[in-house]
């Protein structure tokens, strides 16, 4: 029976392979995430705004979103989009590591849309009375929303926003099939090199564990310190 190779770990090149694709993935969780919650609360004040065109627009972005496999998009930003560009701009991103940037703008469009129903049922969970209290003040539709309803709604959303972004974190995985250089890209690629596949894919489960049982941490941290409460 073969040992468990510790080295392969802790030193040398397949050492720093691992690393490098844990650095990117915990790139890509956090670019993902910074990009998709601002972009997911747009989304969310278009689908509650009193313009049809708007509510239109969020709609079909959210359902063209969820309802398309993660894989999907991925593929389509990879080969697909990069084609629809001018000569130039597609040899500026085929000269920029084109893989990672096509599997953030992906992931960041994809939870976007989850996000922003997220958002979108803290908004709707506040008591209108506050919203009609800040338009019977002159505050415009757009400031009552920024100054009085979001600040509130934000609060109802986190929970289930930290469970989005412990799926960002499990979803960065896929990037792996457009040839991101991320954990299970460098671990698959130390496995063909050295035969040690016990190792390598050891070294990436216990990592996603340990990030994905951090952010489950922070969510349960954050209803202890703020239990839910009617609004």
């Not at 510790?6 to 956090?30: D, K």
């Not at 090199?193 to 216990?206: D, L, M, P, Q």
Request: charge should be positive; avoid cysteine.
């Amino acid at each position: 029976m073969r040992s468990f190779d510790w080295s392969i770990l802790l030193s040398g090149p397949y050492h720093a392979m691992l690393l490098a694709g844990l650095r990117l993935s915990l790139t890509l969780l956090g670019a993902t995430f910074i990009l998709a919650l601002p972009l997911g609360a747009l989304i969310a004040l278009a689908r509650l705004s009193p313009f049809a065109l708007l509510r239109g627009v969020g709609a079909v972005f959210i359902e063209s979103q969820r309802n398309v496999p993660l894989l999907a998009h991925l593929l389509f930003w990879y080969f697909g989009a990069p084609e629809l560009l001018p000569d130039a701009a597609k040899q500026w991103l085929y000269s920029h590591d084109v893989e990672t940037i096509a599997a953030v703008v992906a992931i960041t469009l994809y939870y976007a849309a989850f996000m922003s129903e997220d958002m979108r049922s803290g908004i709707r969970s506040i008591a209108a009375v506050q919203f009609e209290a800040a338009r019977a003040l002159g505050l415009p539709w757009l400031a009552s929303m920024r100054l009085v309803v979001l600040p509130q709604a934000l609060r109802v959303a986190v929970p289930p926003l930290l469970s989005q972004t412990l799926n960002i974190w499990k979803d960065t995985s896929v990037a792996t099939v457009i040839g991101t250089a991320e954990l299970m890209y460098q671990a698959a690629r130390v496995e063909s090199a050295s035969f040690r596949s016990v190792e390598a894919f050891t070294f990436a489960t216990v990592s996603y564990l340990a990030v994905s049982l951090l952010i489950s941490a922070l969510a349960s941290g954050y209803h202890r310190r703020f239990p839910p409460r009617a609004i």
